[in-house]
Each structure stands twice: as structure tokens, then as C-alpha cells.
């Protein structure tokens, strides 16, 4: 059974990059064709898809975060993580990493972390 656990600060100044990792555990980030990604719950909204990195390290990103997302992985720690520059208030979110077999950027997926809690604020 797969285990994701995101870690990272809580608090990120506007302007800054927002930086979290994703870990994982019962499986291997290279294997099997998965799509490992990054999706975020702002207060009182939906959802959002933010983008994937696959195991063999193709990226996938949303569109309109496309510019200030990177996704990346360290396969020698099992992680992949997740960088967003220039940030503002409106990035505050609960963020989320999770597990596929297939690419999916809606709301639907297989294996979910519990979240980490970001807040932009200075």
C-alpha cells in the first residue's frame, strides 16, 4: 500500500517561491508508469490540479500556473517536489500530493497524501 506525506513550511512571504515535497513509501517513484502529482484546495474553493511528474520524469502542468510551477524528484529519497515562485495570498491552500496510474487533472485520484496546510502571508 502506497504512503504520500507532504512536508514543507507553512508560512511563505508574497514574492516567494513555495517550496514542498511529497514522500513517498510502498512503492517506488520510477516504476510502474505512475503519474505523481501536485494538487491544491484554496479556502472555500474546489479543488485544482496543479501538475505531475511521471516515473520516468516527463512533466505535466495546469495551464494558467504553468509559468510559475515546476515540479521535480529525487529518486535516490523516493520524493518529488514542488516549487511555485512569485507567490501571493491567493496561493494559500491546503496542498496536496498523490498517485495515478494514469495522467488525470481533474479532482479524481487513486492515492492521496493528508495535505499541508500553506498560507501566503507577510
Known amino acids: 500500500q502506497v504512503q504520500l506525506q507532504e512536508s514543507g513550511p507553512g508560512l511563505v512571504k508574497p514574492s516567494q517561491t513555495l517550496s514542498l515535497t511529497c514522500t513517498v513509501s510502498?512503492?517506488?517513484?520510477?516504476?510502474?508508469?505512475?503519474?505523481w502529482s501536485w494538487i491544491r484546495q484554496p479556502p472555500g474553493k474546489g479543488l485544482e490540479w496543479m501538475g505531475a511528474?511521471?516515473?520516468?520524469?516527463?512533466?505535466y502542468y495546469r495551464p494558467s500556473l504553468k509559468s510559475r510551477t515546476s515540479i521535480s524528484r529525487d529518486t535516490s529519497k523516493n520524493q518529488f517536489t514542488l516549487q511555485l515562485s512569485s507567490v501571493t495570498p491567493e496561493d494559500t491552500a491546503v496542498y496536496y500530493c498523490?498517485?495515478?496510474?494514469?495522467?488525470?487533472?481533474?479532482?479524481?485520484?487513486?492515492?492521496w497524501g493528508q495535505g499541508t496546510q500553506v498560507t501566503v502571508s507577510s
Open positions: 498523490a498517485r495515478d496510474s494514469q495522467l488525470r487533472v481533474g479532482v479524481t485520484h487513486d492515492d
Open positions: 511528474i511521471t516515473s520516468s520524469g516527463s512533466t
Open positions: 510502498g512503492g517506488s517513484i520510477t516504476s510502474n508508469d505512475y503519474y
